[in-house]
């Protein structure tokens, strides 16, 4: 899953046209596509006898690597 999350990082470019004071404003593509992909991306990592709980970890796995909106990239409290 992993390796998977790194290419779409080199898939989705970073914005360059515009000013931004913390992170790159790409970071919201690249978690929309998490939370789009994330019910595929647990079950594959789980496997389907582990659904239900692929379904559970759906929530854990999408707040995990930031906030799209604040750009946080996980550094700071919900």
Do not use: C
């Given at each position: 899953?992993?390796?998977?999350?790194?290419?779409?990082?080199?898939?989705?470019?970073?914005?360059?046209?515009?000013?931004?004071?913390?992170?790159?404003?790409?970071?919201?593509?690249?978690?929309?596509?998490?939370?789009?992909?994330?019910?595929?991306?647990?079950?594959?990592?789980l496997g389907e006898t582990h659904r239900r709980a692929?379904?559970?970890?759906?929530?854990?796995?999408?707040?995990?690597?930031?906030?799209?909106?604040?750009?946080?990239?996980?550094?700071?409290?919900?």
């Amino acid at each position: 899953m992993l390796h998977k999350l790194s290419a779409w990082v080199d898939e989705i470019p970073p914005l360059r046209d515009h000013k931004q004071r913390y992170g790159n404003k790409a970071f919201r593509t690249w978690h929309a596509r998490l939370v789009q992909e994330a019910p595929a991306l647990m079950v594959e990592v789980l496997g389907e006898t582990h659904r239900r709980a692929a379904t559970e970890m759906v929530g854990y796995l999408t707040v995990a690597f930031g906030n799209e909106t604040r750009i946080d990239y996980g550094t700071g409290a919900s």
